[in-house]
């Protein structure tokens, strides 16, 4: 059964950048059939997609945050990572990554637990 | 960016009612549209997709309708384990955007 785990620190400093990391366990990241991606939320509000990424590398952002994310994949530690510059408190939030099912309406149908990302000095 | 509306933010229901949502896209999207549900402290779970798609796994009084802009999510003799969060999603294009959320609570 294929799970994912986010990590990563929980606590930054304003105009920081946050790093995270997803790791992929029980299948490969490296399918045809998903892209792999990063959600948040920020406390009690609702859900925001940050972006997200094919196995080759090809990358799908929110523009509302591009200029600040990066999002990469390691297939060699089925692992994808995010990283968001400059944060502020603003970017406090739960990150989940997800996998993305292509062409099958483009769900989200396997969630991370979620990591909580406090940004504060 | 597409905005996706949900209806109502809040509702009130008691076993065995019959519960829909609404959701309302800011212009059409076909069947590109999901629902998850989300429990206090966990991560959201898909529901449907493609509007009227039963994920594996979910029970078969969820149910799903709609196509264009309107949308519905109806659940139809509500158990104990359905009251938490639930949350509408396009994926017609990106961003992909999530509707604002109905807190679904025990009357």
């Known amino acids: 059964q294929l799970q994912l785990q986010e990590s990563g620190p929980g606590l930054e400093k304003p105009s920081e950048t946050l790093s995270l990391t997803c790791t992929v366990s029980g299948g490969s990241i490296s399918s045809s059939s998903y892209n792999w991606g990063w959600i948040r939320q920020p406390p009690g509000r609702g859900l925001e997609w940050i972006g997200d990424?094919?196995?080759?590398?090809?990358?799908y952002y929110n523009p509302s945050l591009k200029s600040r994310v990066t999002i990469s994949v390691d297939t060699s530690k089925n692992q994808f990572s995010l990283k968001l510059s400059s944060v502020t408190a603003a970017d406090t939030a739960v990150y989940y990554c997800?996998?993305?099912?292509?062409?099958?309406?483009?769900?989200?149908?396997?969630w991370g637990q979620g990591t909580m990302v406090t940004v504060s000095s | 960016d597409i905005q996706m509306t949900q209806s109502p933010s809040s509702l009130s229901a008691s076993v065995g009612d019959r519960v829909t949502i609404t959701c309302r896209a800011s212009q059409s999207i076909s069947s590109y549209l999901n629902w998850y549900q989300q429990k206090p402290g966990k991560a959201p779970e898909l529901l449907i997709y493609?509007?009227?798609s039963l994920q594996s796994g979910v029970p078969s009084r969820f149910s799903g309708s709609g196509s264009g802009t309107d949308f519905t999510l109806t659940i139809s003799s509500l158990r104990p384990e359905d009251f938490a969060t639930f949350y509408c999603q396009q994926s017609y294009s990106t961003p992909y955007t999530f509707g604002q959320g109905t807190r679904l609570e025990i009357k």
């Open positions: 990424i094919y196995y080759s590398g090809s990358t």
């Open positions: 997800a996998r993305r099912v292509r062409g099958v309406n483009d769900a989200f149908d396997i």
């Open positions: 493609a509007a009227s």
